[in-house]
């Protein structure tokens, strides 16, 4: 079995370089910047920062923003922060050709983001990114083209 790469406590982490889909890629490759798994930004800044990479193609990444703001939540808005999580990793699925894998993870995300507070906190479009998910999805089972523009949701109003 190889060795994995471990943080300080022991626990498996990839410190290998990423390509823009999140692919591994060999050790001394040069992929995207990575984000740091101990990120801790605002609400708003979690929102404008995933928005630019997914603006720029970088789904996984911005699963990785979307993520990190899932687990510095209030309790009462977790599930819509791990909902909007699973979105960013449902297109990640759609950029790499993984139209199973996809379907099944944006169905989630629709699924977690219907379970938000009233009205939907920090201005999330949380009503569109369902009916968006669900668009995505119902264009995955009929095996139809998706634009990559499609891929870059607005997450705000």
Known sequence: MADRDRDELGKARSSRPRDALGRPLPHGSHGVPRI?????????????????????????????????????????????????????????????????????????????????????????DVDGLIVHARALIDDLERKADIAAARLRPRLVT
């Open 36 to 124: 740091p798994e101990d990120l801790e930004l605002s609400p708003a800044q979690s929102l404008t920062y995933a928005q630019q990479l997914l603006d720029d193609g970088l789904a996984f990444n911005a699963h990785e923003v979307l993520e990190a703001a899932w687990k510095n939540a209030p309790d009462e808005e977790r599930n819509m922060w791990q909902g909007l999580a699973q979105l960013a990793v449902g297109i990640t699925h759609i950029q790499r050709g993984n139209t199973v894998g996809a379907a099944t993870v944006l169905s989630r995300a629709a699924e977690r983001l219907a379970d938000r507070p009233e009205p939907a906190p920090h201005h999330i």
